[in-house]
T-cell receptor, first 113, second 114 residues
Framework: AQSVTQPDIHITVSEGASLELRCNYS??????LFWYVQSPGQGLQLLLKYFSGDTLVQGIKGFEAEFKRSQSSFNLRKPSVHWSDAAEYFCAVAGGAGNMLTFGGGTRLMVKP | DGGITQSPKYLFRKEGQNVTLSCEQN?????MYWYRQDPGQGLRLIYY???????QKGDIAEGYSVSREKKESFPLTVTSAQKNPTAFYLC?????????????FGNGTRLTVT
C-alpha cells in the first residue's frame, strides 16, 4: 500500500523568503503525485500534479514541485512567500487498487511579516 | 459556477443520535468521496462511489453509511456506532477514480458530538 510522509508539521517563514515543503512517498511504481492547499475551515484546492514526463511541474499561485524518483520525494517550492500563502499544505499520492488518493499528515505554514 | 456544496457548515449533535451530512455537486462528475480530517492526521477516506447506486468502503468506514441514488448527491450518515464522530468532514468529487482525475473539494462540515 502506498503512504505519504510530510516530515514538518509546522513551518514558519518570513514574507518574501523562499519556501520548501517536504514530501516523501512510498509506492512500488511511478505514482501520481499531488499538492493541495487548505485555508482554515475550507476545503482543499489543487496546487499542482505530476503524472509523468518533466519532473519539475508548475502550479498555481507561483508554486512548483520536483519529482525525484531516487529519493521518493515530491517537494513543493516557492521562491518568495506572500502572507496569503499561510495555510495547510497536503501532499498526496495515487496508486494501487482503485487509484485512491493517500494523503500525508499536512504541513501548516505560517508567514511572518 | 460549478462546484460542490456541503451543508451545514457546522453541526452539533448529542451522543447516540445519527446525523446526515449533505453533499451536492453540479460538476457532472461520476465519482464522489467522503473524507474525515483530524488534526495532524491528514485526510482519511470513509467511503467512495464511482457510479450511481454503487459505493465502496474506504479505510475508516465503520460507523458510517452512505447512499448514491443520484449522480449529484452523496450524503453521509454518521451513526451512533461511530466511536469518535467529532471531526471535520470533507466531500469531494472527480471525473473518474483514476489517479489522473484530481479531486474537487467542498468546504466541509464540522461535526461536534457531545
Amino acid at each position: 500500500a502506498q503512504s505519504v510522509t510530510q516530515p514538518d508539521i509546522h513551518i514558519t517563514v518570513s514574507e518574501g523568503a523562499s519556501l520548501e515543503l517536504r514530501c516523501n512517498y512510498s509506492y512500488g511504481a511511478t505514482p501520481y503525485l499531488f499538492w493541495y492547499v487548505q485555508s482554515p475551515g475550507q476545503g482543499l484546492q489543487l496546487l499542482l500534479k505530476y503524472f509523468s514526463g518533466d519532473t519539475l511541474v508548475q502550479g498555481i499561485k507561483g508554486f512548483e514541485a520536483e519529482f525525484k524518483r531516487s529519493q521518493s520525494s515530491f517537494n513543493l517550492r516557492k521562491p518568495s512567500v506572500h502572507w496569503s500563502d499561510a495555510a495547510e499544505y497536503f501532499c498526496a499520492v495515487a496508486g494501487g487498487a482503485g487509484n485512491m488518493l493517500t494523503f500525508g499528515g499536512g504541513t501548516r505554514l505560517m508567514v511572518k511579516p | 459556477d460549478g462546484g460542490i456544496t456541503q451543508s451545514p457548515k457546522y453541526l452539533f449533535r448529542k451522543e447516540g443520535q445519527n446525523v446526515t451530512l449533505s453533499c451536492e455537486q453540479n460538476l457532472n462528475h461520476d465519482a464522489m468521496y467522503w473524507y474525515r480530517q483530524d488534526p495532524g492526521q491528514g485526510l482519511r477516506l470513509i467511503y467512495y462511489s464511482q457510479i450511481v447506486n454503487d459505493f465502496q468502503k474506504g479505510d475508516i468506514a465503520e460507523g458510517y453509511s452512505v447512499s448514491r441514488e443520484k449522480k449529484e448527491s452523496f450524503p453521509l450518515t454518521v451513526t451512533s456506532a461511530q466511536k469518535n464522530p467529532t471531526a471535520f468532514y470533507l466531500c469531494a468529487s472527480s471525473r473518474g477514480t483514476g489517479g489522473n482525475s484530481p479531486l474537487h473539494f467542498g468546504n466541509g462540515t464540522r461535526l461536534t458530538v457531545t
